[in-house]
């Protein structure tokens, strides 16, 4: 039998520890399945005197990420500090170019580096498998560089981040407003204290930059997804949505478009009959529709000390197995380039709520604005306040809560037929706009 | 770069045609992800002649199955004529032997062949893929064998035939019978002219003997699987399990129990709110309990020609690639032998559907048979004919249905409380009996 893999893993938070439990108990298995033994043979992290419910007799003590990346007797270096930059990122490329392979759940710094660290990889020979990155232990990076191979990827998109789904199906479920999730996400730990990074849609857009590449062959690029969070979203807007048949999610979505590929995460309306809007509290989902084939959707824990570890428990295992897949899918030189795709010409239809001012002509002058840039109704809903109905009796001067559903029309005639709508008084405040995704 | 690997497909049906057009098209893109060009060299088919909208030129044309086996200029071997046995099992024998690697997506063979063929192919270093077998272009044997690798299973279950599915979405979104769902099936294609191999549970037993020895490392036994089909399940059944909150589906389910694996395709009754509750018409779907996390499901197409041509060429590309993954998971003598968990000791809640003689004491009849089983009951609904409720007028002598949903409980004392039930005389007919999955 050819010599274990040793491995080195630098980070022992919930997730590191749970990779070294994990090790030690499916040893055997490990071997039997991939052909291999696999040992954990180094460890760092921060504090070495850190109880951890860990036995780490027989596992040496290394210094600092740098020094496991350059010892000798490490052939696979497992990174789980995060951070998308320095002390993970030169370790990383240390290892890498020393012909060792790479492990890491890490999506900041593989949607920030990873192009560059992929063609370390290949230079050297080493593998660089980041599964746990987006979906945890769904197995999202396999399945679209390797199950997916010789299909042509038309749209992928998904619930990529657990702590807004969360948020929204509790807004949704209790009639809640977003700031009360928001404290009890906080509070149950699906929330950090500072959640600007989950809410406002950046953890989505990191996830869904590495998904695109590997669906489209194209250079990973946060920067070309265009990012909108789900702060906006009321109570009112969820109660709307459900009446008209849909769930408001907040979704990653690359589609493949007649001006390229386009990226962008943002609130979404999308059929309740759909597998995606099935998917509740802090589960993940992602759905790939292929050239010619009905969609895939593969739904499961997208965060998780025990899912992430499973993910790079399997990934180590395919290094030991020898398995060398380029990291993208293909070779980092044969990646096309990403360009933004403008989101003004997206093609979509649209959810809009709207405040009307309850005077007369009101309807017409909406109706006039819409009709001017070609924009076709699929529904118009107007509400009363107190939920009162046209027979019953509304305070004439509040503004009246009006909501439309679009045919597909673009970006840009909706902003046009918005802003015309505002010139001319008839609405207050700012209208509510919510893109829908069809199934 | 390496040179291209030669592939020779035998069977050109639906299936075979789309392996070539992808191949073709996707040639390009399937070199850049495997880093090997692929190129059908030689094909063979029933008859030549057939018209089947392919160009065959530059492509060689080989007599016969076991030919293309032996054609030395073929590095892969592409089996898609199906048939548990001869002449697709000589041919990739043959074909492993001869060092060959070999893709099928034939799972009548696999689950009878399978560990002969696996053990051939480990001792001649070639690949023995079978992605396409089970749930077409759903990733299912690939997450199995690799992408839980360091997970350890507790239990596969899922929806593995589109045929019964879209049968028992029909009766339950319309109310008809099995009889008139399986007629506008054949009509539609989905279900053979000869429907039991479908109906009555043995395409799915087949599949989840294939699963279970994935999930398990256990050997592929499909006589270890206890078989029951969907004929005997009504429009009542379906109507009584929507207001108890459940929906009834074929599944298969392999478990590990404290008496060790247990097999079985049945009807089911599964929570509304489940993942696999949703899952609607001939879509198929897996979901897999790995120890500590929570479920992972996957959705998609079942069946059809692109999706089962998907996963062929995606497995044909991991041979490209040099993936060479034991074909059960592990290596075929670490397997362990498979013992039939005997179905009389299955634990589980039980809907049951009597009809009950309506004299004085048929109440108490039944509740002491099951009392005296130790059964608990969940919830009891008696349902008077004609719609009408006991305040209603109800014909004293027609017998009136009784519908019991129990705690759990096992097998065993469900079937001695019934029967004495039966002795009874309490009853009319034969009670119907489906087994409830908590998800």
């Not at 407003?177 to 906080?186: G, H, I, V």
Request: aromatic share 4%.
């Amino acid at each position: 039998m050819v010599a274990p893999l040793k491995v080195g893993i630098a980070g022992l938070g919930t997730v590191g520890a749970e990779v070294v439990r994990l090790i030690e108990q499916q040893g055997a298995t490990l071997a039997a399945r991939s052909g291999r033994g696999v040992r954990v043979v180094a460890v760092t992290a921060r504090s070495k005197a850190k109880k951890r419910g860990l036995d780490l007799r027989g596992i040496g003590w290394v210094e600092s990420p740098q020094a496991l990346a350059e010892d000798s007797n490490v052939d696979c270096f497992v990174e789980l500090m995060g951070g998308a930059d320095d002390p993970a990122f030169s370790a990383i490329e240390t290892a890498l170019k020393a012909g060792k392979s790479v492990v890491t759940a890490n999506k900041a710094l593989i949607a920030k580096h990873g192009l560059r660290l992929a063609k370390a990889a290949e230079q050297n020979g080493g593998a660089l498998n980041f599964e746990a990155a987006v979906g945890a232990a769904i197995p999202v990076i396999k399945t679209l560089r390797e199950g997916l191979c010789g299909t042509s990827v038309n749209r992928v998109y998904g619930i990529l981040n657990g702590t807004c789904n969360y948020i929204l199906t509790r807004m949704e479920q209790e009639g809640l407003s977003f700031e009360e999730c928001l404290k009890d996400a906080q509070r149950l730990g699906y929330a950090e204290a500072n959640p600007a990074f989950d809410v406002d849609g950046h953890d989505t857009a990191q996830k869904l930059a590495i998904l695109a590449s590997l669906a489209f062959g194209t250079k990973v690029a946060q920067t070309a997804v265009y990012v909108e969070g789900i702060s906006s979203i009321t109570p009112e807007d969820l109660r709307a949505a459900e009446e008209l048949g849909y769930r408001v999610k907040l979704l990653g979505v690359a589609v493949r478009t007649a001006k390229g590929i386009e990226q962008r995460v943002h609130p979404t309306m999308v059929p309740k009959s759909s597998s995606i809007a099935q998917v509740m509290g802090v589960t993940n989902a992602v759905t790939i529709d292929g050239e010619g084939i009905p969609p895939i959707t593969l739904v499961g824990p997208g965060a998780g000390g025990a899912a992430t570890a499973s993910a790079v428990v399997a990934d180590i295992a395919d290094v030991a197995r020898g398995i060398r897949a380029t990291p993208f899918g293909r070779p980092v030189d044969s990646l096309r380039a990403t360009t933004k795709a403008p989101m003004e010409r997206h093609e979509g239809g649209y959810y809009i709520r709207l405040l009307a001012r309850d005077h007369a002509g009101t309807a017409a002058t909406i109706a006039r604005r819409l009709a001017e840039q070609k924009i076709s109704l699929e529904s118009i809903v107007q509400r009363h306040r107190n939920g009162s109905d046209v027979n019953g009796s509304t305070k004439k001067a509040s503004p009246v809560p009006v909501i439309l559903i679009t045919y597909a029309t673009s970006e840009d005639a909706v902003h046009r037929a918005l802003k015309a709508v505002q010139r001319d008084r008839v609405i207050s405040g700012r209208p509510q706009v919510i893109r829908i995704e069809k199934n």
